[in-house]
């Protein structure tokens, strides 16, 4: 199925931010790409960060890296696990690379001295990040998240572009507005008011909401889709109604039967004459929601309070689960409870042990206990980035004797730095964008635990790191097995 000119699609959200509007814009995509179309989503991220490179995963949950080697929103994994679908750079912008970009056209001269203001600047800057991927001819649809909720004085210019691509475009345009109706439970009623000012505040922006989506606790009824409608100017099949499901992967199912895909395609002039594909998905969504058996996986982390620092790794253990017609129990163990316990009460009934992804010292040798404790006793384990190194570093330790082997980001003095900067990291100092990032190839060794799991001995996976296993040592790490 091809269109002749791109379509836009944009999710915004009300009311509170976490609604899921991720989901739905990923959710959306799949049924659209399971109608023949080609589809991509980015996310416009209204802080002026460059990129979430910098941010504290407390602060901002995990860092999503894209092959091209950009840091990205949490956001781009979802995206990429529904459709499939690698993004890129192109996918999420911040408003930060939006006034870098144009202060940097401004020094240049770019404006022939023209005062630079937020409109028309910054909003043609914002038009042309959202444009950059249907100008390529290769998707038909692209749908636009746009980060926070509506009000925020930080996402007015968002929605400020918004309008202007809506008048420019006019049908080539679709505007979801995801909203709360909160359950009262001392009245027995949900309560469409915050909806409601919410639509009012995007209408006082100059955008007219085409489709709302309403997250609740309890069904809607045809009343109060009724109310909404009238009071929001929305059709009543253009009032949606989101339930809380147990898998996000139901999601797009519930989507499709509440007719979000077909009211969509009405309101761009799609062709309406395709038919909807969704087999794979639903026989996906009932190995994860029927597995025949449970695995308990330990993983290893220095930020397990905030389960979205790993948001990647859980979604892959569900999706492998669901491959092996399992259902992963992951066990969130903080690294610093192994310095100070029992390794054995707190491991020992574990089937699999993960150590996850960080920077710092801190948990570090909490870490260090868990791959210990996963070689010696024979535990399948998988060690990520900061986890590989403190493999590399137990096994310098406790089998090649080396007892003060370290990395150098922990000890810079350690004399003997098994894991090292990596030699072209020595002369930067910024911190933003600067480690190795994105696909990386690699040639595994023959008859390694490595090719035989990949099935090849040339591969590529994504990277984020500054540091590196120190070549110095490997003739001793191989000797010793």
Excluded at 65 to 73: L, R
Excluded at 208 to 216: A, F, G, N, W
Excluded at 260 to 276: A, G, M, N, Q, R
Excluded at 439 to 465: D, F, M, P, Q, W
Aim: charged share 25%; aromatic share 6%; net charge neutral.
């Amino acid at each position: 199925m091809t269109v002749k000119q791109t379509k836009y699609i944009f999710v915004t959200g009300g009311v509170t931010s976490s609604l899921g509007k991720g989901i739905i814009a990923s959710s959306l995509a799949k049924l659209l790409q399971a109608r023949g179309f080609s589809v991509t989503i980015q996310k416009l991220d209204p802080y002026i960060n460059i990129d979430p490179g910098t941010l504290n995963p407390y602060e901002h949950g995990e860092c999503y890296v894209t092959d091209d080697g950009a840091e990205t929103d949490l956001d781009l994994g979802h995206y990429e696990r529904f459709l499939n679908c690698p993004t890129s750079q192109a996918n999420n912008v911040t408003t930060g690379r939006i006034y870098q970009s144009v202060i940097n056209k401004e020094r240049k001269g770019d404006f022939l001295g023209k005062t630079v203001q937020i409109i028309p600047h910054i909003s043609d800057e914002i038009k042309r990040s959202i444009k950059i991927l249907g100008s390529k001819g290769k998707y038909d649809i692209v749908i636009t998240e746009i980060g926070g909720t509506v009000g925020d004085i930080e996402s007015l210019p968002y929605i400020e572009s918004v309008r202007q691509l809506k008048w420019e475009m006019g049908d080539r345009v679709c505007v979801i507005h995801l909203t709360l109706v909160p359950y009262l439970s001392a009245t027995g009623e949900l309560k469409t008011k915050p909806t409601q000012h919410s639509v009012k505040m995007l209408l006082e922006e100059g955008v007219q909401p085409d489709i709302l989506i309403l997250r609740t606790e309890k069904p809607l009824n045809l009343e109060i889709r009724k109310k909404v409608a009238l009071f929001c100017n929305v059709a009543e099949r253009g009032v949606i109604e989101s339930r809380d499901v147990d898998t996000i992967y139901e999601v797009p199912l519930m989507m499709h039967r509440e007719g979000l895909d077909s009211i969509v395609i009405e309101k761009l002039k799609l062709p309406s004459d395709t038919t909807i594909d969704l087999e794979p998905w639903k026989e996906f969504v009932r190995s994860v929601k029927n597995p025949k058996q449970t695995v308990k996986i330990g993983l290893i982390g220095k930020y397990v309070e905030l389960h979205d620092a790993y948001k990647s790794i859980s979604e892959a253990f569900i999706q492998a689960g669901a491959v092996n017609q399992c259902k992963v129990d992951v066990q969130w163990i903080h690294s610093e409870t192994l310095e100070t316990g029992d390794a054995a009460k707190i491991l020992g009934e574990l089937k699999g042990i993960l150590v996850a992804p960080g920077f710092g010292h801190r948990g570090i040798e909490g870490k260090i206990i868990a791959c210990q404790y996963a070689r010696e006793h024979n535990i399948p384990f998988l060690g990520i980035c900061l986890g590989m190194q403190c493999a590399v570093i137990e096994f310098a330790r406790n089998v090649l004797g080396l007892k003060t082997a370290n990395s150098t980001e922990m000890d810079t003095n350690t004399k003997d730095p098994v894991i090292d900067l990596m030699a072209d990291q020595k002369e930067i100092t910024d911190k933003g964008g600067t480690m190795r990032l994105g696909a990386y190839s690699c040639t595994v060794v023959k008859g390694s635990l490595a090719s035989k799991i990949y099935h090849t001995l040339n591969l590529s996976e994504r990277h984020r790191h500054r540091y590196e296993f120190n070549n110095a040592y490997m003739d001793q790490f191989k000797a010793a097995g």
